[in-house]
């Protein structure tokens, strides 16, 4: 399959099928990748924003425990 993009270039795929993209989101435009479905959320993993955030605020997303308390040992 090729086609002539709007500079004149040509994109050519050698795939049985293929899928042209028209919303320009796709990584391999002019082919679609499925970039426009919205993603569901897996419950409790955070999203490569969040895990940015959470290293912007020192915090790793793991739980925090207390150090051990020396004092209170024989």
């Not at 970039?35 to 790793?60: F, I, L, M, Y």
Request: charged share 30%; glycine share 6%; with cysteine.
């Amino acid at each position: 399959m090729e086609i002539v993009l709007d500079d004149g270039t040509v994109a050519r795929s050698e795939r049985f099928m293929v899928a042209i993209c028209t919303c320009r989101r796709s990584r391999t435009y002019p082919w679609c990748d499925t970039s426009h479905r919205p993603r569901e959320k897996t419950a409790g993993v955070p999203t490569p924003h969040e895990r940015s955030q959470q290293a912007q605020d020192g915090n790793d997303g793991r739980a925090i425990r207390p150090a051990p308390d020396d004092r209170n040992s024989p």
